[in-house]
């Protein structure tokens, strides 16, 4: 009986080889890339559906910055891709569509919350628990939960005091008429400038709380022609050509943003152009125009926003918000503004969202109190020092700012399936990055960083953490990542293949501890 089929209606503990965490691009790739090598596995997924930020984010506007011809599975291209960027509901249904197309639903255990998980090191399986008390034992435990799924709103006194309707970007509350309400986005990011061109010609009244401008670059997002889709349909070699293209595009942004900061000068002109060209009053462009290097927080783009912006009906406020009333926001000079609707445009945890599942490797070391002490980091940000057959998707410092995660999402993938492979080919139990290896990537890694433009362009951005270090992004270009994940080097790894091979585990004591 496989594990899919065991674990339908049951308390019982449920056994499968592999427990993959969410269903969105990551656990979905590392679904098919186990069905490919012939691993049982199960997916845990906290919602009632697939695809993750695709599913979750549904506010007006909602669309993929990265196009869409490289954002999807290299070995599930889509030719007919309506838009050079698409909009979030063509994204789910060719998710949907990936799901149909590799039978991965009956893998899939929906509303199931993934709460804590723990190593035993004497018969070296992870046993994880649901919320509602569910076991599943496994020999390997991936987490596809990836980093933007936990909304953060700000704790702004009086927030809870607000009678008006309130909600996270992605959580959209779809049932709020906004139509002829004064409403108030908070946030000025990638959600934001999506958001407030779509809604300002429904509101009666749009504010807009900036705290910090972002670069948006123009850009035209017309639909593809029928004739265009076709020829990347029907004549070969096209869509792979319009593929690669983008990619060098985007590696050559990734150049600037590691080894020339200088050049995103030229990113800053653009920007500017395109505030220009719609907003007319200088002191509304003033406040409009970054102070930081552009690509130090996330280039945004959109021929919209803008223009959103110039509406009569749009108001850009910069004062901080000091509270909110039953009825409104005070900024802090004392201005009281009435809303009806707020709209928290605030992103999400990101360099703590790992403490949403307690983790407890060998020896029961706890990875939240070691993250919270040393910092998030990971043996090329997929496998953890003393955490034995525990691996991330899009995990510490993996994250880009100039490409397609999805590039990122298959190489880790592939490692993983050569981690499994190397397990079972050394005829052991498990395996986890020695400490020194993981050390010696992530000192290489933070050098690599230091020169970047996220580390240097002058700017406050949720990839660093609280000690002002870089735990979110990939510190060079894509393809770099791809040589440095290609082959698994097992000597980088220690193999255990009996509960006494533990003890042996290279945890180690952090550089510089
Ligand atoms: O969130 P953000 P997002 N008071 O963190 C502001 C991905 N994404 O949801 O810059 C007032 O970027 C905050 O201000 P500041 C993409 O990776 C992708 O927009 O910190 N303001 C900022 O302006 C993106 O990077 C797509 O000073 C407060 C905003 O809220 C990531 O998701 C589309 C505040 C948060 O911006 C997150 O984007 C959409 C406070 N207390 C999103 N706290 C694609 O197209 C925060 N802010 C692929």
């Known amino acids: 009986m496989t594990a899919a089929e065991q674990s339908v209606h049951t308390q019982q503990p449920v056994r499968t080889r592999a427990l993959i965490i969410g269903s969105g691009f990551s656990g979905l790739g590392m679904g098919i890339e186990l069905q490919r090598r012939g691993v049982d596995f199960l997916i845990l997924e906290k919602a009632d559906e697939i695809g993750g930020t695709w599913r979750d984010n549904t506010y007006p506007g909602c669309a993929c910055d990265i196009p869409s ?8 291209p889509k030719a007919d891709w309506t838009h050079m960027w698409s909009f979030q509901p063509e994204i789910q249904d060719y998710l949907l569509g990936v799901t149909a197309k590799y039978g991965l639903r009956r893998y899939i255990r929906f509303n199931t ?27 390997f435990l991936v987490s596809g939960a990836g980093g933007l799924h936990i909304p953060q709103i700000p704790d702004i006194e009086g927030r809870e005091d607000f009678t008006g309707a309130a909600f996270h970007s992605a959580q959209w509350d779809h049932s709020v008429d906004i139509r002829d309400k004064r409403v108030a986005v908070i946030g000025t990011g990638a959600s934001a400038i999506q958001i407030v061109p779509e809604i300002v010609k429904d509101v009666a009244e749009l504010q807009l709380y900036q705290r910090t401008p972002a670069w948006v670059m123009p850009r035209v997002n017309n639909t593809f022609p029928l004739w265009m889709r076709r020829v990347f349909s029907y004549v070969p070699g096209t869509r792979a050509l319009l593929r690669a293209a983008i990619y060098w595009i985007h590696e050559g942004v990734g150049f600037a943003m590691t080894q020339q900061p200088r050049l995103l000068k030229i990113g800053e002109l653009m920007g500017r152009y395109n505030i220009n060209r719609s907003i007319k009053d200088p002191e509304l ?10 690509g130090c927080k996330r280039i945004l783009n959109s021929d919209t926003y803008y223009r959103g912006i110039a509406n009569p009906k749009t108001q850009v406020i910069t004062e901080r918000i000091a509270r909110m009333t039953p009825t409104g926001i005070v900024t802090a000079d004392g201005v009281e503004h009435p809303v009806d609707v707020v709209v928290w445009a ?29 910092g998030i980091q990971a043996h090329r940000g997929i496998a953890v020092a003393g955490m034995p057959n525990l691996f991330f998707l899009l995990g510490p410092n993996t994250a880009l700012g100039h490409n397609s995660v999805v590039f990122m ?20 139990e498990a395996l986890a990055p020695s400490r020194r290896a993981q050390d010696e990537f992530n000192a290489e890694l933070q050098h690599d960083l230091r020169d970047t433009v996220w580390n240097t362009g002058g700017c406050r951005s949720w990839y660093m953490d609280e000690h002002g270090v870089n735990r979110t992004l990939w510190s060079g270009m894509t393809w770099q990542y791809w040589l440095a994940t290609r082959n698994l080097d097992a000597s980088e790894f220690d193999f255990l293949r009996d509960g006494r091979d533990t003890k042996a585990l290279d945890v180690g004591v952090p550089a510089g501890a």
């Open 113 to 139: 919350h993934v709460d804590r998980a723990h190593w035993d090191d004497s018969e070296l399986r992870w046993h994880v628990f649901t919320d509602t008390g569910q076991e599943y034992i496994a020999q």
């Open 69 to 76: 011809h490289m954002y999807s599975f290299s070995f599930e």
């Open 285 to 294: 462009r003033r406040k409009l125009t970054p102070n930081y290097r552009a």
């Open 346 to 374: 605030t992103g999400f945890h990101v360099t703590d969202s790992y403490t949403y599942v307690d983790i407890k490797g060998a020896g029961g070391e706890d990875l939240v109190d070691r993250w919270n002490r040393e």
């Open 409 to 428: 999402i298959e190489q880790q993938i592939r490692y993983v399936g050569q981690a499994i492979a190397a397990v079972d080919s050394a005829g052991a």
